[in-house]
């Protein structure tokens, strides 16, 4: 079991850039895979990237380019930054983790950060 809190969201104009945060309450070493997710309203909530335990990323074709996915394994916090940010952007963006330990099951979300990116 783990607790993830996002922050680091805002209001930021087009082509701006913002780091997300997401700190883990255990070690990051024993979570498998780490992944950021958004919704936008009226939208299902999509993956965004993810990484895995051997700090390999991925990252969807939407945001490749602009958006790069790290970790800092000794603050347990795993980092979206988000480059030439555009309104189509704007979201809640939550962090999500499976793999804890070594257990499979549901995925663990944070409560979400809003982030809104004007024209």
């Known amino acids: 079991q783990v607790d993830l809190v996002e922050s680091g969201g805002g209001l930021v104009q087009a082509g701006g850039s913002l780091r997300l945060s997401c700190a883990a309450s255990?070690?990051?070493?024993?979570?498998?895979?780490m992944g950021w997710y958004r919704q936008a309203p009226g939208n299902e909530r999509e993956r965004v990237g993810i990484?895995?335990?051997?700090?390999?990323?991925e990252l969807e074709d939407s945001v490749t380019g602009r958006f790069t996915i790290s970790r800092d394994i000794a603050k347990n916090t795993v980092y979206l930054q988000m480059n030439d940010l555009k309104p189509e952007d704007t979201a809640v963006y939550y962090c999500?983790?499976?793999?804890?330990?070594?257990?499979?099951?549901?995925?663990?979300w944070g409560q979400g950060t809003q982030v809104t990116v004007s024209s």
């Open positions: 990484i895995i335990d051997d700090g390999k990323t």
């Open positions: 999500m983790a499976n793999g804890v330990d070594g257990v499979w099951g549901h995925n663990t």
């Open positions: 255990g070690s990051i070493v024993n979570i498998a895979l």
